[in-house]
């Protein structure tokens, strides 16, 4: 079992930065990936950024074409915290986020890989 905890959300203006983390516990060994999501009202939750592991110390980002440029996933080596610097933001960005991981090889921008959720973080930008 993995154990989530996200935060670091917060009311921005547009244009301004925001750092999420997402601290694991648990079976942190086992992940293979690691990422955020997230959902505004009314619309399905959608994959933002994620990263893989391929061993302890090696590993891939992967990120929605929406965020691309503007966000960076990052995390310690032990997989026990992932990241996700939001810069330029954008009242479109404006949504719940979710921390996710999986510990099994699948389409990682598809939120029904993932096992393990945290409780999400509300991000707000205004314009």
């Known amino acids: 079992q993995v154990h989530l905890v996200g935060s670091g959300g917060g009311l921005v203006q547009a244009g301004g930065s925001l750092r999420l983390s997402c601290a694991a516990s648990?079976?942190?060994?086992?992940?293979?990936?690691m990422g955020w999501f997230r959902q505004a009202p009314g619309k399905e939750r959608e994959f933002v950024a994620t990263?893989?592991?391929?061993?302890?110390?090696?590993?891939?980002?992967y990120y929605d074409e929406s965020v691309q440029g503007r966000f960076t996933i990052s995390a310690d080596n032990d997989k026990k915290t992932v990241y996700l610097q939001m810069n330029s933001l954008k009242p479109e960005d404006t949504a719940i986020y979710y921390c996710?991981?999986?510990?099994?090889?699948?389409?990682?921008?598809?939120?029904?890989?993932?096992?393990?959720w945290g409780q999400g973080t509300q991000v707000t930008v205004s314009s």
């Open positions: 996710a991981a999986c510990d099994h090889f699948g389409l990682v921008t598809n939120p029904t890989v993932y096992d393990y």
């Open positions: 648990g079976r942190t060994s086992s992940i293979y990936a």
């Open positions: 990263l893989t592991w391929s061993t302890w110390n090696d590993h891939s980002t």
